[in-house]
C-alpha cells in the first residue's frame, strides 16, 4: 500500500534541530548523495570542513580545535571537537578532501547556517625545542643540511635531524644544532 511505502522512505535526523532549507519538492526522486537540506542543530553548533588526504591522517576523533568566524572579530575564538570523520573520500577539482565535523563547545546566537569559519587544529606539540626557520635548510640525497656560520666567517654544511614542522614556516631541529 501506499502507506506502506512511505513509511519505509522516511528521512530520519541524527539530532533534534530546526529545518532551515528544504532542497526537495513534493514528489521529486532522491538519489544517493544529494543533499535534501539543512537542519540547524538546537543543542549545539556544527561546523563542516574539508581535510586535504595529506592531513587527515593527522585527525582523530575527539580532537580539540580552535575556530574563528568571519564574521566576528578575530580574538572571539570558539573551541570545539571533532566529532565526525567521513570515512569516503571527496573530489573537487582533482582536490581529495574528507568531510570532517567539529561540534561547539559552547553554543553563540551570532552564529548562522553558511557562516565562513576558520578552523585551527593542533595535530601534534611540544615544549622548549630548537626551532628554524624551513627555508634555512637544505636536502640533498635523503639528508638535510644546515649552513652553521663559524667564528671567522666562513659558513660549514651541518646534517640535523628535524621532527614537528609549525604552521608558521618553521621546524623542529632534533639534533645536529644547538641554540645560539
Known amino acids: 500500500t501506499l502507506e506502506s511505502q512511505m513509511k519505509q522512505n522516511v528521512l530520519l535526523a541524527p539530532f533534534d534541530g530546526q529545518i532551515t532549507r528544504l532542497n526537495l519538492r513534493v514528489g521529486e526522486v532522491v538519489t544517493l ?23 587527515i591522517v593527522k585527525i582523530t576523533r575527539d580532537m580539540e580545535s580552535r575556530i574563528t568566524f568571519d564574521a566576528l572579530s578575530a580574538d572571539e575564538i570558539a573551541l570545539a571537537k571533532v566529532s565526525a570523520i567521513a570515512v569516503s573520500a571527496t573530489t573537487i577539482q582533482d582536490v581529495v578532501s574528507y568531510v570532517v565535523k567539529f561540534e561547539l563547545s559552547n553554543s553563540d546566537a551570532r552564529l548562522k547556517d553558511g557562516m565562513t569559519a576558520n578552523i585551527d587544529i593542533e595535530t601534534a606539540r611540544r615544549d622548549d625545542v630548537l626551532m628554524v626557520p624551513f627555508r634555512a635548510l637544505t636536502k640533498e640525497n635523503s639528508k638535510t643540511y644546515a649552513e652553521v656560520k663559524q667564528l671567522d666567517g666562513t659558513f660549514v654544511k651541518t ?22
Open 159 to 180: 646534517e640535523v635531524k628535524t621532527g614537528l614542522e609549525g604552521d608558521d614556516g618553521t621546524i623542529e631541529i632534533k639534533s645536529g644544532l644547538k641554540e645560539g
Open 33 to 55: 548523495g544529494k543533499v535534501v537540506g539543512r537542519i540547524y542543530h538546537a543543542n549545539g553548533f556544527i561546523v563542516e570542513s574539508r581535510i586535504p588526504e595529506s592531513d
